[in-house]
């Protein structure tokens, strides 16, 4: 089973300073919904209400954004009328200017069964709760502040909860639809309809459009954009893929499989140079070369060859700073369960998989540094968000994270090896025009930015081509929580936009 991805693998907000007000109202009337499975019925009086728009301005060190909110879900219909599904979203449109022309750009996080708060206030849009440190504390106060790293200046942004996430959900539900929308092919054909209504609806067919997608999103993005492409007659102008998994046959391998060691072993060599204070981008090439290298012939070897056990023993041990006896005894093959385990000890800590700088107490497993401790902050965000700024919060629970969705999730034709490798090249291999951004935190133990290396490495299409450009960024896999990671994430997606990466 896959473990639902963030993005990570995620709106506006008031100043910190008058966030707190109505939090306790929006909190409690949100504890008041009955919660409910994402596939349960609404009542015809939970469905969610008509649209809200506010106005803004924003004051930032070195501009001011004036710009709307529109807070609404667009109704997705079957060709005979009957509504099918309510999908939720938020969406920021810079004042001034010829609109129709103006760039726009859809977000969607990952799981499958996140919601895009993690894009939301957490990188991209107006305003940002602050989630960085070696800690995340699930009590911190969920004050949003202004972000200097949004991206409102150069793009329209459209941020979109699927069904089962946020507010979204099933109308009437059949087992049927459930199976069609809790899909990787349905998923993603919904969501074009959805970006196509959504155009329509707002005179915005001629703008350029894009598309990032986080963890799972990133995954979801080339199969948006050949369902908008071949369905509805709408090409995207680029996509950032954010923490993606490209293709789940490189993680979903039994223990002893090799490749999940070699995409991941740079990530913990980056996680123990970091911690010594000598991290080089040169030292991590020197670890990618062993790890495609010498790792890989000694992996291949097998545990009954001991002189290579002994080699990879060694080196591991080098490399990750884990303890050599500990690494012997799993005859040099260490995976992300293990490290993050070991790797801190004698400190009696464990790290995160998501970013394995970030700790917690207790060197047993329990919940996740990262994800499990995001989650309150980032509800209470929302809900302070929804109550307060947009004057919209229906009257049904939030869904940050919800992994029966994921639980639920049908891979169809892609259960063998779920891949989004061919849709993308076929995208870049067709439209020259078409720029692709591919981004990973490199302490990242989910997924790991070597394996997407590895695979761009596959592309004849990625040779030399600046179209299709990976970037790894310190920070794990919502990498954009340290300031300086989401600074360059602004620098290098402003870049895709302007042209200047192609």
């Not at 209400?49 to 001011?64: A, F, K, N, Q, V």
């Not at 690494?327 to 998501?354: C, K, M, P």
Request: charged share 25%; net charge negative; aromatic share 8%.
């Amino acid at each position: 089973m896959i473990r639902p991805l963030l993005l990570l693998i995620c709106l506006a907000f008031p100043p910190a300073s008058l966030t707190v007000a109505s939090l306790t109202t929006a909190s409690r009337a949100s504890a008041q919904a009955t919660p409910r499975p994402a596939s349960e019925t609404p009542q015809a009086s939970e469905r969610l209400p008509g649209p809200s728009i506010t106005h803004h301005e924003l004051t930032l060190p070195d501009r001011t954004l004036a710009f709307r909110t529109e807070a609404s879900a667009i109704t997705i219909t079957a060709p005979d009328g009957r509504e099918e599904a309510d999908i939720a979203f938020v969406a920021y449109r810079l004042d001034g200017g010829d609109s129709s022309r103006r760039p726009v750009t859809f977000l969607v996080n990952g799981g499958p069964g996140a919601a895009s708060a993690y894009l939301q206030i957490g990188a991209i849009g107006p305003w940002l709760l602050p989630l960085g440190g070696e800690r995340i504390a699930p009590s911190q106060p969920a004050d949003l502040r202004p972000n200097a790293e949004t991206w409102l200046d150069f793009t329209d942004l459209v941020f979109i909860d699927p069904v089962g996430t946020g507010f979204s959900r099933l109308i009437n539900p059949d087992d049927s639809l459930r199976r069609r929308y809790l899909s990787v092919n349905g998923d993603a054909a919904v969501l074009a309809d959805m970006i196509r209504r959504w155009l329509v609806a707002n005179d915005r067919i001629g703008s350029p459009k894009y598309f990032v997608g986080e963890s799972y999103g990133g995954f979801r993005a080339p199969l948006v954009a050949e369902h908008l492409r071949d369905d509805h007659g709408i090409a995207v102008s680029g996509l950032t893929l954010v923490s993606p998994v490209l293709d789940f046959g490189w993680w979903q391998q039994p223990d002893y499989a090799p490749l999940p060691m070699v995409t991941l072993l740079p990530s913990l060599a980056a996680v123990h140079m970091e911690a010594e204070g000598t991290f080089s981008e040169a030292r991590l090439r020197e670890v990618e070369e062993y790890a495609a290298g010498q790792f890989l012939a000694d992996l291949m070897r097998g545990v009954h060859d001991k002189a290579a056990v002994a080699r990879l023993t060694d080196q591991v041990s080098l490399l990750t700073g884990l303890d050599r006896d500990a690494v012997a005894r799993q005859d040099g093959r260490i995976n992300a369960r293990e490290f993050s385990r070991e790797s801190r000890r004698d400190d009696h800590l464990r790290t995160s998989v998501y970013d394995a700088t970030v700790t917690a107490q207790g060197r047993d497993r329990g919940s996740d540094p990262v994800l499990d401790a995001m989650t309150a902050p980032l509800t209470t965000a929302m809900l302070g968000f929804y109550g307060e700024t947009l004057k919209w919060l229906p009257n049904r629970e939030y869904q940050l994270l919800n992994r029966d969705v994921a639980r639920s999730w049908d891979w169809g034709r892609h259960r063998g090896q779920p891949e989004a490798v061919t849709d993308l090249v076929d995208l870049v291999s067709l439209d020259p025009t078409l720029s692709i951004l591919v981004t990973h935190g490199r302490t990242d133990l989910v997924t790991p930015y070597f394996g997407t290396a590895l695979i761009l490495r596959q592309l004849d299409v990625a040779d030399g081509d600046q179209r299709l450009r990976q970037v790894t960024y310190p920070g794990g896999h919502m990498f954009y929580t340290r300031t300086d990671s989401r600074r360059a994430f602004r620098e290098d997606a402003r870049a895709l936009y302007s042209g200047e990466a192609g």
